[in-house]
């Protein structure tokens, strides 16, 4: 019979690894408090017209990447739909929004999530069709404070502060606006045009995102076509004096901050929805994918979802990438934490009483793992030094006299230790 595997640019996430995804998750939660982020829970799938309407249904993700299906209609009163497991979740969180009217309450909405997202991209190191993001957005109704470069300033101050909790060494933010929609159709008239005699020199995506969406041409890698692109007219230079304002704001809060960041003016992202600024935060330590997050403005996308005005900033970041970065710092000791004390039973008739004693210990918070009577004392030491950092022997003496025999693997010191005082001890 053939085995069934995990589906291709799928994976499952398993011990010890697993337990770094929980330290980053627990850490960006932290942060988000500190900031007043709340979270928020949406749907794995939504209607697909969501993401046509937000994402754009030019973009990648949206022609080529999506998971859709038709859900059938069960009963006469119902309409068969068209459904898609989300490829991001900004689109969900402002639909959430809108249908909550979270507006209404003339306050700035600070929400936060953490989940998986899907996109049948080609699998590779740091590409995967089913992978994580921690993401936030901030919007509101203007009268708030959603435009205010404050926003931005705040966001990318945070992502600073988060990247460092997390001890991602090396990090670069990568900054850019791409203005307001205006100056975005007119940099694309411009571009689209300036592109024309160029394109058939081109590598052949560039050929058809000159046709379909100029603006794409710039996050092309193909080495050949880097002299043409860096000829081409720059978006800095599209921008009215309202967009250059703003970005001004934004770099001079940062400085102020003393977060550091590298313009680029190539960084239009992916995403149809994105207004004045840009941004990635990039580790060269990832390779080909050296995104660890992205995000950016999206002043209309409320509005373009049928919602009220809404001005907004968010990202996204890859949890499987930041997973990959730390895992490349950390030693491997320091992913593979040890419980606190590993329980060695001398005989079978001892399992009870070393269960007893384990539940004594996890019920005042120690991690402790529970050997088994049947194993020689041998045996019981080689298991407890790959998973503790010290062995409790457990015979029928220990039993009696109460004073337990507790080794440390890491000093080799062997002690006698009263059970009454032992999570103590080992707290230590
Ligand atoms: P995006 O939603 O495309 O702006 O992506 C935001 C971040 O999500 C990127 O910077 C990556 O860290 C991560 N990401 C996007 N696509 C994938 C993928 N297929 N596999 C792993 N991480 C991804």
Known sequence: MTTLKAVRGTRDLLPPETALWNR?????RRVFARYNF??????IFEDTGLFARSVGEETDIVAKEMYTWEDRARAQSEKSQSLTLRPENTAGVVRAYIEHKLGESGQLQKLYYIGPQFRRERPQKGRYRQFWQIGAEVIGPPSAGSESALRDAEVLEMLATLLDELGIIGWTLELNSVGSSADRERYNRTLRAALIPVAPRMCVDCQR????????????????DQPIIDALPRITDSLDEDSK??????????DAAGVSYKLNHRLVRGLDYYTRTTFEFTHSGL?????????GRYDGLSEALGGPRAPGIGFAM????????LQNQLDERSTQPKVDAFIAPLGENLN????VLARELRRVGLAVELGDGSFRLKKSFEAADKTARRIVILGEDELQSGILTVKDFASGVQTKVPRAELAAFLRN
């Open 24 to 28: 980053i998750e627990s850490t960006a």
């Open 38 to 43: 709340g979270e928020i829970r949406t749907p």
């Open 209 to 224: 995102r000159a046709v379909t969406n100029p603006l794409r041409v710039l996050d092309c890698k193909v080495p050949e």
């Open 245 to 254: 304002k703003h970005f001004a704001q934004v770099t001079a809060a940062l």
């Open 287 to 295: 390779g080909a994918q050296n995104a660890l997050l992205g995000g």
């Open 318 to 325: 890859g949890l499987d990438r930041l997973v990959l970065t």
């Open 352 to 355: 009870a009483a070393a269960l």
